[in-house]
């Protein structure tokens, strides 16, 4: 069974911490995306990585920052947290354009 | 910027009537995707199209790829309390590695 796996369901975070957020993929997929989903804002993309060491901004990627040093792992990384980067974060990966699979979210809170 | 709109926004309806929502853009697409996501939930893949006019069934869905490939639409038969949930579709196109999501529709079926 194919599998986006995040590293955690639920986060709780202090304003200035540092915050990293994991996502293995276990389908050898080339693309992987990061993206943060708010009421009445939809998903928003915020980086995404066409292959290892390689990744591309989204639509929101201030105040974040992405590492991709193997295939199957993305990494978000919140450099320093903000209240308003309280959010449901989603990881997903494809194949090619279309079609992706999304990891089950993280919920973060920043207080 | 090619964007996506989907209607309606929100829909409530009685166990077993029928119903339909609509993604609409004026961009033309290689591929139009559409998932299902629960509360809580990462968005789960039901179909994808890629053939202007192209018609898929899936049990009690089916979803249609408008001839121009700008469009497309998902029919529910017969709904049931568990087809409750937001409905996003998304465009994609080959020589791009993201896709262009709308903002879903949020679908209630009542007992």
């Known amino acids: 069974d194919v599998k986006v796996t995040q590293s955690s369901r639920y986060l709780v975070k202090r304003t200035g911490e540092k915050v990293f957020l994991e996502c293995v993929q276990d389908m050898d997929h080339e693309n992987m995306f990061w993206y943060r989903q708010d009421p009445g804002l939809g998903l928003r993309l915020i980086y995404f990585s066409y292959d290892v060491k390689m990744k591309e901004k989204g639509d929101i990627p201030e105040g974040y920052s992405v590492s991709r040093e193997k295939k199957e792992r993305f990494s978000l990384i919140l450099e320093s947290a903000s209240t308003n980067q309280t959010s449901m974060y989603l990881c997903?990966?494809?194949?090619?354009?279309?079609?992706?699979?999304f990891g089950p979210g993280t919920r973060l809170t920043v207080l | 910027t090619q964007l996506l709109e989907q209607s309606p926004q929100f829909l409530s309806i009685q166990e077993g009537e029928n119903l339909t929502v609509y993604c609409n853009s004026s961009s033309v697409f290689s591929s139009l995707q559409w998932y299902r996501q629960e509360p809580g939930e990462g968005p789960v893949l039901l179909v994808t199209?890629?053939?202007?006019?192209e018609v898929k069934k899936l049990k009690r869905l089916t979803f249609q790829f408008g001839d121009a490939r700008k469009d497309s639409s998902l029919h529910i038969t017969a709904a049931q309390p568990g087809d409750t949930g937001l409905y996003l579709c998304a465009g994609a196109n080959t020589n791009a590695g993201k896709s262009t999501f709308g903002d879903g529709t949020t679908l209630t079926v009542k007992p």
């Open positions: 997903a990966s494809s194949s090619g354009p279309g079609g992706e699979f």
């Open positions: 199209v890629v053939t202007g006019g």
